[in-house]
């Protein structure tokens, strides 16, 4: 089904899915949703993937035409695949792992009266939790998207034009993007989610306070899609923040840089010193091990001890995170919050993002990606991380 190349990095996943499902007495996991098809087999298809808890999988396909390889079963339904795992001398599971964060409703009772297993466990939390960690071949595809990310980025101060608009300005990005080499599509996990490409936030549009789960806001252009740029002006005296996708490869990196229209009030300037230190100090506290609610309350306390707690994280809506995982998915495990219980394990990556919003100008700060290494953590998004002029 695969490249040899990816070989080995997807039988270092079955592994370590297996050693997770056995962790938790299951038996079999049956996954659908695209993002792990990709991740257990290195492409979207309709269809299925089941793992037993030993043994290798087996591939359940509906479409594409012309998908060949071991254990690879065209079907119409999935009423097929007991069956079909029976003719293999595969068992019924007695625990049965499905994506129960993410199937509608009708699938996963479906699911589960076909196979009548005596339990059902949840395969969207071992999922998530197994993709924490990346293997070697995931490293380099988020290497990838780093070089095209910063490529993009360089190229951004010729998009400008005096009196565009915020979405005038992003519609010239995503040319750049597309040039660059992305693939034009943003992952995140949850519901209400949907965004494209990307977020620019330029003047006050960046206190809007948005339903999505991200560090800002921003009003949109449409009420369908209340995020980002919203037809703001670029004049004088205004931040334009650019948080646009880094997704080069299949891996997401992030990255967010802060331009100016004109000189900036010296709040604002202020306020971005202090972020590149809260990065700063983070990169120097972050190895395996570290807690990650201690990174939050690190930036936290020194936004607070600066003056600037009232516009850390936004100002009339407040994000209580200031980094979280990157992957297949923008928005994967560990997240930095106050709340986390989570610790970080060698060759986990995150996105890093202390920022501020300056009422009357913008937001400002710096995003970066993250490798946490075996001693230390590795940025991974190197490009300019001062104020760029415009």
């Known amino acids: 089904m695969v490249s040899k190349e990816l070989r080995a990095d997807l039988q270092l ?24 098809l990709f991740y257990t087999t290195g492409q979207i298809f309709s269809g299925y993937f089941y793992l037993p808890s030993q043994g290798e999988p087996c591939f359940f396909v509906k479409r594409p035409n012309g998908i060949t390889g071991s254990n690879v079963e065209y079907i119409r339904k999935p009423e097929q695949i007991p069956a079909l795992l029976a003719e293999k001398g595969i068992n019924q599971p007695n625990k049965l792992l499905l994506e129960a964060d993410e199937l509608s409703y009708n699938d996963y009772i479906r699911l589960q009266q076909l196979f009548n297993p005596k339990e059902t466990g949840n395969a969207t939390t071992l999922m998530r939790n197994v993709r924490m960690v990346k293997n070697p071949w995931e490293i380099s595809q988020f290497r990838i998207s780093a070089k095209g990310h910063a490529a993009t980025y360089a190229e951004i101060p010729s998009c400008y034009r005096p009196g565009i608009t915020d979405l005038e300005f992003q519609y010239e990005i995503e040319n750049k993007m597309r040039r660059q080499g992305s693939i034009g599509i943003f992952r995140a996990f949850g519901a209400n989610m949907d965004i494209h490409m990307g977020s620019i936030l330029a003047g006050d549009n960046a206190e809007a306070p948005s339903p999505f789960d991200f560090a800002l806001g921003g009003q949109g252009m449409d009420p369908s899609c209340p995020l980002g740029a919203n ?20 891996y997401l990196t992030d990255m967010t840089r802060v331009y100016a229209i004109g000189k900036l009030p ?29 990174l939050y309350n690190l930036a936290f306390q020194m936004a ?29 495990l560990p997240v930095l919050t106050p709340r986390s219980k989570e610790l970080l394990e060698e060759n986990m990556t995150f996105a890093l993002e202390p920022k501020f919003v300056i009422p009357g100008t913008g937001a400002v700060g710096v995003e970066n990606s993250y490798l946490v290494t075996n001693n230390a953590v590795e940025k991974l998004t190197l490009f300019e991380e001062n104020i760029i002029q415009l």
């Open 231 to 250: 037809g703001t002006i670029l004049k004088e005296g205004t931040s334009v923040m650019v948080d646009m996708a880094g997704n080069y490869s299949a």
């Open 13 to 36: 996943k079955w592994q370590r899915i297996q050693q997770a499902m056995q962790m938790v007495n299951a038996d079999g996991c049956l996954l659908s949703v695209d993002v792990n």
């Open 266 to 294: 010296e709040l604002a300037y202020k306020a971005h010193q202090v972020s590149l230190a809260i990065q700063h100090e983070i990169e120097n506290m972050a190895r395996p091990g570290t807690p990650c609610a201690d």
């Open 304 to 332: 607070e001890r600066e003056g600037l707690a009232d516009y850390f994280m936004g100002t009339k809506q407040q994000a209580k995170f200031v980094g979280h995982g990157i992957g297949l998915q923008i928005n994967e």
